[in-house]
């Protein structure tokens, strides 16, 4: 039985150019024979799972997973059908709703924030960076936080909401050189704990609450890599909770990773493991979320920046797992390992993008002017 999943598998990586046992980078090293029928019934979650228990290895898994989803070899594996109810049940079900926020918050960005500390840049920015010019991950980080304020033509004295604002990054760049006074809200205990140490003396208020109790006016807004805890059946009532925040003439900056298609979930290891109840939005799904709320005035596309970024902290990541290692286990360092690199190879692969979009509630009187 097993060297009939082993043909078949052989013959499905064959059409991305990938061997088994093979000398290439790419190529996959199998050390146990159950892999095949496991990847073969249990698609991307059996591959990574696999992956964390020591069943394969790839000199290069980010290459390896590169070229799986050129070749769009996840659309010929059968899914059990266990997974294909979870993946059911994320269309039908209102999987983020505010009861389930916070318990999606914990699983992810609770994990400790030594972890962050130890893989991200010296601000701790968790979502992608502006390679433009940049030598360094800290220089890319910076310019994406730079960028965001010029996109919002933030002035001294403003109050800004930062809708999901992580440790504080954006806050504390924002108050720093922009001199404007930031409201951060999270769903992480964690995130609240640490960031009000890091913006310790500047005018940035942390709070943990959840984006649907929010109902004071700002004149600018800012949401950095959140959306993507949303959920499909949230989108617009995350857009009316922007609008109605929003001072009349303000802006409102959202930065999300994106789908080129319209989906209702993600793939099922990473829900499993990294994001759960997580969901990327596409351009259409945005789209419907704003109609008669906001004007679209500017949409810019950088995805290939996150690769860079992915595989910057991965560098960190691989360089600070020592520091790390003491509390975690080798099973952990695989499932993030793995999540870093097939991240990555997504975005390389132009599976993901990464969009800015500025939005304002009435049209800004003499144009947007898109700044790069």
Known sequence: MNNKYKKKTEQILGIAGVQING????????????????VLTEGELGLGESYMDGWWDSEKVDEFIHKLLQAHLNERIQRKFSILIKLFSAQIFNLQSKRKAFDN?????????????????????????????AKSLDEAQENKLELICRKLSLKPGMRVLDIGCGWGAFGKYAAQKYKVA?????VSKEQVELGRKLCEGLPVEFRLIDYRDMHEKFDAIASIGMIEHVGHKNYRTFFEVANRCLKNDGLFLLHTIGRNDSSYSINPWTDKYIFPNGLIPSVAQIGEAIQNLFVMEDWHNFGVDYDKTLMAWYDNFMANWNQIKSKDSERFFRMWEYYLLSAAASFRTRHNQ???IVLSKNGVPEGYQSIR
């Open 23 to 38: 000398s290439n980078p790419w190529d996959i090293q199998v050390h146990n024979d159950k892999f095949y029928k496991r």
């Open 354 to 356: 990464l969009w800015q």
């Open 182 to 186: 930031v409201v951060g809200i999270t």
């Open 105 to 133: 918050g914990e699983r992810h960005y609770d994990l400790g924030n030594d972890l962050f500390q130890n893989m991200l840049d010296k601000r701790m920015n968790y979502s992608c960076a502006y390679w433009k010019n």
